[in-house]
T-cell receptor
Framework: NAGVTQTPKFQVLKTGQSMTLQCAQDMNHEYMSWYRQDPGMGLRLIHYSVGAGITDQGEVPNGYNVSRSTTEDFPLRLLSAAPSQTSVYFC????????????FGNGTRLTVT | KQEVTQIPAALSVPEGENLVLNCSFTDSAIYNLQWFRQDPGKGLTSLLLIQSSQREQTSGRLNASLDKSSGRSTLYIAASQPGDSATYLCAVEGRGSTLGRLYFGRGTQLTVWP
């Protein structure tokens, strides 16, 4: 079982560049989300989706875009990378009925210079 | 805004000890609380989920309790083993307009030495 797959595992960007972090799940989960994890800050929610065509903002959405055209995929786009976006990014999925555990990918470590 | 605090930040114990990790949250209007384990360089693995109407959940050597009115949860690990070494995070899911949003604590880094 693949579960939640994130690509790439590592990425280095220059300030101002754009890129897309990929997330795919094969569990037919309605709910998908993106978190960033920073030392001393814990995990913070960036964007989430409760189904195809539906997205909503989390705590720290600025500088990031998402779309959900299929149930399986939930890409995160950085429009113009900034050093403050250096972080580890995690994608998670779960059932939208609630009270079901979240499944996390292994993360993408992004460095913006 | 929901704030989640975990105490202690780090814990180092010899193998075989029983442990208690603490989690507190400021807003008691939660949908559920989850405990996760994170190994270095890896994602999070869900250990236990307690619904807001429940008081505790058990899985093997792990037991998690929830006292919603006081905004507290504890994770009890019995007979700790070196393989339990990891960072343990708790997260609460909000209700209503914050349903679907999880708020995480910063974690307790646990080291169990042989």
């Amino acid at each position: 079982n693949a579960g939640v797959t994130q690509t790439p595992k590592f990425q280095v960007l220059k300030t101002g560049q754009s890129m897309t972090l990929q997330c795919a799940q094969d569990m037919n989960h309605e709910y998908m989300s993106w978190y960033r994890q920073d030392p001393g800050m814990g995990l913070r929610l960036i964007h989430y989706s409760v189904g195809a065509g539906i997205t909503d903002q989390g705590e720290v959405p600025n500088g990031y875009n998402v779309s959900r055209s299929t149930t399986e995929d939930f890409p995160l786009r950085l429009l113009s990378a900034a050093p403050s976006q250096t972080s580890v990014y995690f994608c998670a999925s779960g059932r939208a009925q609630g009270n079901s555990p979240l499944h996390f990918g292994n993360g993408t470590r992004l460095t913006v210079t | 805004k929901q704030e989640v605090t975990q105490i202690p930040a780090a814990l180092s114990v010899p193998e075989g000890e029983n442990l208690v990790l603490n989690c507190s949250f400021t807003d008691s209007a939660i949908y559920n609380l989850q405990w996760f384990r994170q190994d270095p360089g890896k994602g999070l693995t869900s250990l236990l989920l307690i619904q807001s109407s429940q008081r505790e959940q058990t899985s093997g050597r792990l037991n998690a309790s929830l006292d919603k009115s006081s905004g507290r949860s504890t994770l009890y690990i019995a007979a700790s083993q070196p393989g339990d070494s990891a960072t343990y995070l708790c997260a609460v899911e909000g209700r209503g307009s914050t349903l679907g949003r999880l708020y995480f604590g910063r974690g307790t880094q646990l080291t169990v030495w042989p």
